[in-house]
């Protein structure tokens, strides 16, 4: 049979397996709320300029309503020869007013309803990071309260290099969820345009009010260029990239993780809620959330690259390509969303292991650089040096298999004679991370002000 929507034009349907390929339904029936409110400030604009009668508009939008509590209430008839959630709701809304659910589509096209629809979606997600991502800064605050003055080995290379404290490496992860939130919150601002009056790419004759539709649905004004408003999805490509740096965020912290939670290291423990057992090994307890939070960024950042490499070709306008957008999108999405709900879960419920960061953090020669500062300090010795020195008595307490604070003085004092006992006072952990006050440094005091900075920010 002839299409119901174009059938004028054509005698045939579509092929079985043209059906398959060109139907969005099965994806973007997820748009119907954005659809829906769409299509009412559609038809309230009509009538507003005279184009729709009152009474054609309020029947329009209260049919709307119906169609959107059927959706919800799982009974509405979706149909694979509709195409998408355009045709759907439409198709059905006439089927439940008559005739005037056929005057709701004047001075528009499903090109411009798609870009609005979706642009609303997305506007709703970054809302969700945003509130997901304030949430898990929280939950690391917590955590960086606890424990602002424990000691913990700071690593470069994964090598011990120099003693930090818990709260300074929780901090740390607090500024890089807080660019990724700010990321969203900017996309939003860009992203809150109405391209709802584009119709299929030209405008349209009809003198429909763009900055009423906008209004209606939160926009801060109408897209300025029709062309541009069907062909763009900067919007979503936004997102997607600001997801991506922030699912590599979330990937870091849960390598440090599994890392942190091995027999090994110990400087975590995971809560039971968290983790699995093994079916063979009864001792083990795997960081599995961990894991798939590690893993999550490729789904994430595969979406971004599917995006990208869909729209890179297309010459303005619309084309068809540009329906392949959401389901990357709706993935990347969903898997953001989980995902920050997963890592504020294991952050609030992990418990740091103080005594074994103690440990770690004054083993490893970790105050190396103390020596050599103190060195340049009351021996005035140039730091290259002093540097030189360091390195020899790390050399001679590793080869007598103890850590620096235990060669005696005369070890030291064969090394440099100008070494007095003094030293042993900088050669102490809390004492190393204490000195280090510098701005962004990690003494307890700066990492202190750093929380309470960021508390007040996010109250
Ligand atoms: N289902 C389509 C999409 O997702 C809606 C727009 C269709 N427009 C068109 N000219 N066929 O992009």
């Not at 994964?158 to 003693?163: E, R």
């Not at 601002?189 to 584009?198: D, F, S, W, Y």
């Not at 590690?294 to 390509?321: E, N, P, W």
Request: glycine share 6%.
């Amino acid at each position: 049979a002839a299409n119901q929507m174009w059938g004028g034009r054509f005698a045939e349907g579509p092929d079985a397996i043209m059906q398959a390929i060109n139907a969005s339904i099965g994806f973007d029936k997820r748009l119907y709320a954005q659809d829906i409110a769409g299509s009412r400030a559609h038809a309230a604009m009509l009538a507003a300029q005279g184009i729709l009668t009152d009474s054609d508009a309020q029947v329009i939008r209260e049919g709307l309503l119906t169609v959107l509590s059927e959706i919800k209430a799982g009974t509405f008839p979706f149909r694979v020869e509709l195409e998408d959630i355009h045709l759907n709701v439409e198709s059905r809304l006439t089927e439940i007013v008559g005739e005037a659910g056929k005057r709701l589509h004047t001075g528009r096209s499903r090109n411009d309803q798609v870009a609005v629809d979706f642009r609303l979606w997305v506007r709703e997600q970054c809302d969700a990071a945003i509130s997901g991502l304030t949430a898990l800064m929280q939950a690391f605050l917590v955590q960086a309260e606890q424990g602002a003055d424990w000691v913990m080995p700071g690593f470069t290379h994964l090598q011990t290099a120099q003693p930090v404290t818990w709260g300074h490496h929780m901090m740390a992860y607090v500024e890089m969820f807080a660019r990724d939130r700010s990321r969203f919150q900017d996309a939003r601002v860009r992203m809150n345009e109405c391209p709802l009056g584009a119709a299929a790419l030209a405008g349209t004759s009809f003198p429909i009010d763009r900055h009423m539709t906008a209004g209606a649905l939160g926009f801060d004004r109408p897209t300025a260029n029709s062309l541009d408003s069907v062909s763009d999805r900067d919007f979503a490509l936004e997102f997607l990239s600001a997801a991506s740096i922030c699912a590599m965020h979330l990937s870091r912290f849960a390598e440090e993780l599994v890392i942190w939670s091995s027999a090994q290291f110990r400087f975590v423990r995971l809560s039971d809620k968290w983790t699995t057992g093994s079916s063979i090994m009864p001792q083990k307890k795997n960081p599995d959330a961990a894991e798939l939070l590690r893993a999550k960024l490729g789904r994430i950042l595969g979406a971004t690259v599917a995006l990208f490499t869909i729209m890179k070709g297309l010459a303005l306008t619309y084309s068809k390509d540009m329906q392949e957008d959401k389901e990357q999108v709706f993935d990347a999405a969903d898997n953001l969303m989980l995902g920050l709900a997963a890592m504020t879960g294991m952050v609030s419920d992990m418990a740091a292991n103080r005594e074994s960061l103690a440990v770690a953090a004054a083993s490893g020669f970790s105050t190396a650089t103390d020596l050599a500062d103190w060195l340049v300090r009351r021996l005035n010795l140039p730091f290259r040096e002093a540097h030189h020195v360091t390195g020899a008595l790390v050399a001679m307490a590793e080869q007598a298999g103890i850590d620096l604070p235990d060669l005696t003085l005369d070890q030291m004092r064969s090394v440099h004679p100008g070494i007095t006992d003094e030293v042993f006072s900088v050669l102490g952990v809390e004492n190393s991370v204490n000195s280090r006050t510098s701005y962004g440094g990690t003494a307890p005091v700066r990492v202190r002000e750093q929380i309470a900075r960021w508390k007040a920010a996010l109250a």
